[in-house]
C-alpha cells in the first residue's frame, strides 16, 4: 500500500499510537489537564433514504429500472458525444446490421449459478452464512443490454467489458456493430462516470472522523473489554498525552452497522420466561456503550447485517426503544443505511457493506476496495439492487443515483481494512475505506478532514470470558 494511503505518526515525537496504557507518573499527572474537543459543523444529507410513513410494497421493481435509465441516459450520452463524437445514439429496435452505433440501455447478466428458489432459504442463520462466501460467477455468463423496448446479446472485445467484471442493473453505453442475426459485437464501452464534486474548504488544524463497524455485541465473541478499549480511546480515558490530543480531534463517530447482530437466543426465548430477562442483555450493553460515546462526541449508528432493522435498502434508523439512555442525547443520532452527511463542508457517503458484499458474489478478479471505486464509475451506489439485493421498490425516483462525488466513501464490515484514494476528473479526489468488521479485527478507522489521509488503529485485549 502507498505511504500516501495511510497516515502514521512523526518520528520526531518519540511516540506509538498502539502506545494506549503508559504508568503513572508526574508527567502524566502534570499533563492531565482537560483537552477541549475540536467541533465541526454537521449536516445531513441523506433525507432521501428516509422512507417516511407511506411505504408501498405493490409497485414492480420494473420502474426502478425505468427510473434509473432516465436519471443516467443524459449524463450517459455526454460521455458518449465526448468520447465518440459522430457516432449516432440508437434505441435497440433501431440497431441495423452492420453499422457502428452507440446504444444506451441497462446491463443485465445472463447467470446459471445465479440462486432464485434458495433466497426463501437464506434466511436460516446457517444457510445464509453457508451461502454468502459463495460466488456465483461462471464461464457461461453472458450479457444483455435492454432499454425501454427491446433487449440484446452481447459479445464484448473490451477487457472491461467481461462478465466477470460487471453486474446487473449498471447504466452504460456501448459502441459496435450487430452481427447478421446475431449478437450485437462490442468494440467501445463508457459509464456515467464520477459525478460532480463540491468544492472541499480545507480546515486549518487537523480534525478526524471515526469509523468503526461490526461491534455485535449479541455474538458470543464478542470482547467487551475490547469493546470498552475503543470506548476509552475515544473518550479521551485511555493512553498517554499523545493519544489523547488525538482522540480530541475526533469531531464525529460513525458505528457503520453490526452492533448489535443475530439476537437469536431471544427470538427463540419464551415471552413468558425470565430467561427473556437474560437474552435482553446485548441490548443493554449495547445502550450502555452508546450512551458513554454520545456524552463524549457526536455518534452517528446505522444499522447493518443482521441488526434488528429492515432487511431492504435503504435500512431506516434503528428504533429509539434500543436505546433508553443514548436517545435523550443531542449528538446521538440514529441514521439510514446508507448514510449520508457533510462534516466542515466534506461530504462522506457510505453503507454498512451489503451493496459491497452482493457484488463481490457476482464478479471475480475484483477486490472490495475496486468493487466501492466500480460504485463511483457506475454513478450508482447499489446497481445489483433490486435483482440480488433487496430493496424498496421505488417509483419515480431511484435514491441510490449519486447526484453529487463524495470526498469520503465507505463500505463497512468488510473482511479487512483497505483503502485509497481516488483521483477522478476535474481535480476530485475521494477516499475509498473499506472499515473492518470490529468483531474480528479490532480496528477503529480515522480519516483525516484536512488531508484526507486515513490511520486505522487496532486494539487488543488478552481478556477472555469463563
Not at 140 to 152: H, K, N, Q
Not at 254 to 279: C, F, H, K, M, W
Not at 298 to 324: E, K, R, T, W, Y
Request: aromatic share 6%; charged share 20%; with cysteine.
Amino acid at each position: 500500500m502507498g505511504t500516501l494511503d495511510l497516515e502514521r505518526p512523526t518520528p520526531s515525537t518519540g511516540q506509538k499510537y498502539d502506545e494506549l496504557l503508559s504508568m503513572p507518573g508526574d508527567m502524566m499527572c502534570a499533563e492531565a489537564a482537560a483537552i477541549p474537543r475540536a467541533t465541526c459543523e454537521y449536516t445531513p444529507r441523506g433525507q432521501g433514504f428516509l422512507l417516511g410513513k407511506q411505504r408501498s410494497f405493490d409497485r414492480q421493481y420494473a420502474q426502478l429500472y425505468f427510473s434509473r435509465l432516465l436519471k443516467l441516459r443524459q449524463v450517459v450520452q455526454q460521455q458518449v458525444q465526448a468520447a465518440w463524437p459522430g457516432t449516432p445514439v440508437v434505441k435497440i429496435l433501431s440497431v441495423g446490421e452492420d453499422q457502428e452505433v452507440a446504444v444506451i440501455g441497462t446491463l443485465y447478466k445472463d447467470m446459471k449459478l445465479k440462486p432464485s428458489i434458495l433466497d426463501e432459504y437464506a434466511k436460516q442463520p446457517g444457510f445464509k452464512q453457508a451461502l454468502g462466501g459463495t460466488g456465483f460467477c461462471s464461464d457461461d455468463d453472458s450479457l444483455v443490454l435492454e432499454d425501454e423496448g427491446a433487449r440484446m446479446s452481447m459479445r464484448s472485445e473490451c477487457a472491461e467489458l467481461q462478465p466477470d467484471s460487471v453486474v446487473t442493473g449498471v447504466v452504460l453505453a456501448v459502441r459496435g456493430r450487430a452481427e447478421p442475426g446475431g449478437d450485437f459485437v462490442v468494440s467501445g464501452v463508457l459509464w456515467a462516470g464520477l459525478p460532480e464534486q463540491p468544492q472541499r474548504p480545507l480546515p486549518q488544524e487537523d480534525a478526524y472522523v471515526a469509523l468503526v463497524s461490526g461491534l455485535q455485541l449479541a455474538n458470543s465473541k464478542a470482547d467487551m473489554m475490547q469493546v470498552q478499549l475503543l470506548v476509552d480511546f475515544l473518550t479521551g480515558n485511555l493512553g498517554a498525552a499523545p493519544q489523547q490530543q488525538l482522540a480530541a480531534k475526533v469531531v464525529q463517530l460513525v458505528i457503520a452497522g453490526g452492533s448489535l447482530g443475530q439476537l437469536e437466543a431471544l427470538a427463540a426465548a419464551n415471552p413468558y420466561s425470565r430467561q427473556q430477562t437474560t437474552d435482553m442483555e446485548p441490548v443493554r450493553d449495547m445502550d450502555l456503550v452508546m450512551t458513554e460515546l454520545a456524552a463524549a462526541l457526536p455518534v452517528d449508528i446505522m444499522p447493518g447485517p443482521d441488526d434488528p432493522a429492515n432487511a431492504s435498502l435503504p435500512q431506516q434508523p434503528l428504533h429509539q426503544c434500543l436505546f433508553p439512555g443514548a436517545a435523550p442525547y443531542s449528538s446521538f443520532r440514529r441514521v439510514t443505511n446508507p448514510h449520508a452527511f457533510e462534516l466542515g463542508g466534506c461530504l462522506l457517503l457510505g453503507t454498512s457493506g451489503q451493496n459491497i458484499d452482493d457484488m463481490a458474489k457476482y464478479t471475480r478478479g475484483r477486490s472490495r476496495l475496486d468493487l466501492l471505486a466500480c460504485c463511483l464509475q457506475w454513478c450508482h451506489l447499489c446497481p445489483t439492487a433490486p435483482d440480488t439485493l433487496t430493496c424498496f421498490p421505488f417509483g419515480a425516483d431511484d435514491p441510490f443515483v449519486l447526484q453529487q462525488c463524495p470526498h469520503i466513501m465507505l463500505a463497512a464490515n468488510q473482511p479487512e481494512f483497505d483503502t485509497r484514494l481516488l483521483e477522478g476528473p476535474g481535480g476530485a479526489s475521494v477516499r475509498l475505506v473499506c472499515v473492518p468488521s470490529f468483531i474480528k479485527t479490532g480496528t477503529l478507522v480515522l480519516v483525516n478532514l484536512r488531508t484526507l489521509q486515513c490511520q486505522p488503529l487496532t486494539f487488543q485485549s488478552n481478556y477472555t470470558s469463563s
